[in-house]
């Protein structure tokens, strides 16, 4: 059964980071892609980062250079590190697996955990 928890949400001021975590289980973590998406109150769900099982990565033009998307296979364990946090980032973080593997059909979401951001 795969398994995955987010961690790290937290309330934070403006220019503040965070690390959010995802721990996976139930498959080999190494071959799936990993990917973050957030949902703000009012708005549709958009994809914040992604990285692919041969560790390519990719991420949205509204957090290029200040998020960053990795993961630890020997921990099973894709971080988001997000630094210079604006109010606009506040929202609901999900992390999602895609057993293709190419950051374009996730099959599997974890519960979300909350980012809020105060100027």
């Known amino acids: 059964q795969v398994q995955l928890v987010e961690s790290g949400g937290d309330s934070v001021q403006a220019g503040g980071s965070l690390t959010l975590s995802c721990a996976v289980s139930?498959?080999?973590?190494?071959?799936?892609?990993m990917g973050w998406f957030r949902q703000a109150p009012g708005k549709e769900r958009e994809v914040v980062a992604c990285?692919?099982?041969?560790?390519?990565?990719a991420s949205a033009a509204s957090v290029k250079g200040r998020f960053t998307i990795s993961q630890d296979n020997a921990k099973n364990t894709v971080y988001l590190q997000m630094n210079s946090l604006k109010s606009e980032d506040t929202a609901m973080y999900y992390c999602?697996?895609?057993?293709?593997?190419?950051?374009?059909?996730?099959?599997?979401w974890g519960q979300g955990t909350q980012v809020t951001v105060s100027s």
């Open positions: 139930g498959y080999t973590f190494s071959t799936y892609s």
């Open positions: 999602a697996a895609d057993p293709v593997g190419s950051c374009t059909d996730f099959s599997y």
């Open positions: 990285i692919t099982s041969d560790h390519f990565t």
